[in-house]
């Protein structure tokens, strides 16, 4: 029975999940150690997760429970957003457990199903559990069979919920995806099928709808008649690491143009929701999928880059053809510019330039509108010879928050108009710092509330969206550009054509 003294809308009381498991397939991985585990710290030390609520670590069999341990400890210490408590640690791991066991072993899988059991009575867990696949996309299939031959996916056997958290890539082609939903939704009910897409639980991609639907200042410009062109950049100044296997079979179109940026174009593209439900909310931006639309030549309407040796932040670096592991006849790309069109009432004749690349002078992420000039200005040419395009700019990463541009007269006896800058920073403005993407996102799935991860249908959508750009590419070697340059001449070539340039990022 719920607190008869609280109400849907009483804010005061934080969200927390009812008692419940993690089982985190792939526990001892990148993800895991980088992400997941410091996120379950953080949700701990905050008090957002339930009494009894235990984490089941599932990874290869030589790893023990100690070795387990001290992994989880060493991760969670080095990557705490939040102080760190020795008391809070010593509460949440007294609750750990770890399986030992391999993808294709019935054995191993058995011991995991007998496990919960024992959960189910121990910690008053009632049956529900979460099972997050931080493991290979090639394993995904394994271990789906593996859940459903054990009835652990199985919601009426477990006598509570079971979910499952499946990361991208989803799927490596519209075909690969189709297959992969199928599969997941024989296995699951589709509405506890949750793929992760972490862009979407950083704070300042969830304000792209704050600001739009919870201000009148902006919506009433954000359509053809007052948008010249949207720019949306993912630039990193890593290399690929140590993902060459996976880096080179994907690229940058598949492993970042398909789910990150395609899902802000969706955000900043949707019509507003009739509410924030997230049937609502979803339904939204599968419109703007659908409404894609690719270069009428995509030859020219897109450009390819590989990166070559050069220098970021003044220091060396290798050229992709010389990464480990990397053949020396790799054509895959590190970067990738496309011009996308939305073919629909709001954004009819709309640029949106959209961007992603690796080895960039710096790592930056954000979201560009920029306004048209205004129809007439009664200045002297020379007074406005610095006045640019008003802008309304959406800095995801690093430095989040919101900058203005817009003109402003010089202070003197001349009218010199140029461009100046209100900067929002979430870091000056709230004296709470915001929690990491997948801290949200867990506690999401654990509460079951579905509206930040994108279902079937809009990645299927996103899919038909790449498949055409890489049918086209096939066989084109990319254009070359230094490490630590922008991406290749064409990119910028791309929008000079169109009497546009890239904002400096």
């Known amino acids: 029975m719920g607190n008869p003294l609280r109400t849907a809308q009483d804010r005061r009381l934080p ?79 007294s609750q750990f457990q770890f399986v030992p066991g391999s993808f294709d072993d019935d054995a191993d899988f058995d011991k995991l199903s007998e496990t919960l059991d024992q959960l189910r009575e121990r910690n008053g867990i009632q049956g529900n559990t979460a099972f997050y696949f931080s493991i290979p996309p090639a394993a995904f299939p394994l271990v789906l069979n593996q859940l459903n031959r054990t009835g652990l996916a199985d919601n009426a056997k477990s006598g509570g919920w079971r979910r499952v958290v499946v990361e991208k890539p989803f799927g490596n082609d519209l075909e690969t995806a189709i297959a992969l939903n199928q599969l997941v939704d024989e296995v699951f009910n589709p509405d506890d099928v949750y793929r992760i897409d972490h862009y979407l639980g950083k704070e300042t991609v969830q304000n792209i709808l704050a600001l739009r639907f919870a201000n009148s200042l902006f919506e ?84 390819r880059g590989q990166y070559l040796p050069g220098w970021v932040a003044g220091e060396r670096a290798v050229g992709y053809l010389e990464e480990k592991n990397i053949p020396a006849d790799s054509t895959t790309e590190t970067y990738v510019a496309v011009r996308l069109g939305i073919q629909n009432r709001r954004w009819a004749g709309v640029p949106f330039y959209v961007r992603v690349g690796k080895r960039m002078p710096r790592r930056v992420t954000e979201i560009a509108i920029l306004f048209k000039r205004a129809p007439h200005l009664p200045f002297d040419p020379a007074d406005v010879e610095m006045l640019g395009h008003n802008q309304l700019v959406v800095r995801v990463q690093p430095d989040e928050g919101v900058v203005l541009k817009f003109g402003s007269k010089v202070p003197g006896t001349a009218m010199e108009v140029r461009d100046i800058a209100m900067d929002f920073q979430y ?79």
Not at 67 to 74: I, K, P, R
Not at 248 to 267: E, I, K, P, T, Y
């Open 220 to 303: 009433p410009v954000w359509n053809s008649k007052y948008v010249d062109s949207v720019q949306i950049t993912m630039a990193e100044d890593v290399g690929i690491g140590t993902r060459a296997a996976f880096y080179d079979a994907s690229g940058a179109a598949r492993d970042v143009l398909q789910n990150h940026l395609l899902q802000l174009l969706a955000m900043v593209g949707m019509e507003e929701p009739t509410s924030f439900d997230p049937l609502e909310v979803r339904a939204e931006k599968l419109k703007v999928l659908k409404a894609i639309s690719l270069p009428a030549d995509i030859a020219s309407g897109s450009v």
């Open 15 to 93: 969200r927390i999940p009812e008692p419940c498991a993690l089982v985190i397939f792939g526990v001892t991985g990148d993800l895991s150690r980088k992400k997941l585990i410091p996120a379950v710290y953080d949700l701990a030390n905050r008090g957002l997760l339930p009494p009894g609520f235990v984490v089941v670590g599932f990874a290869r069999a030589d790893w023990g429970e100690g070795d387990f341990e001290t992994l989880a400890y060493n991760a969670a210490k080095k990557g705490a957003r939040t102080p760190w408590r020795e008391d809070v640690w010593r509460q949440l791991s």
């Open 427 to 505: 870091g000056e403005a709230f004296t709470e710092s915001s929690p990491e993407a997948y801290e949200r996102l867990v506690l999401d799935v654990l509460i079951g509330d579905r509206t930040l991860f994108p279902d079937a249908a809009e990645v299927e959508q996103s899919w038909r969206v790449i498949d055409p750009l890489e049918a086209a590419w096939a066989g084109v070697k990319p254009e070359p550009y230094r490490s630590g340059e922008w991406g290749p001449r064409a990119a910028d070539e791309l929008l000079e054509r169109e009497g546009r340039a890239w904002r400096r990022a």
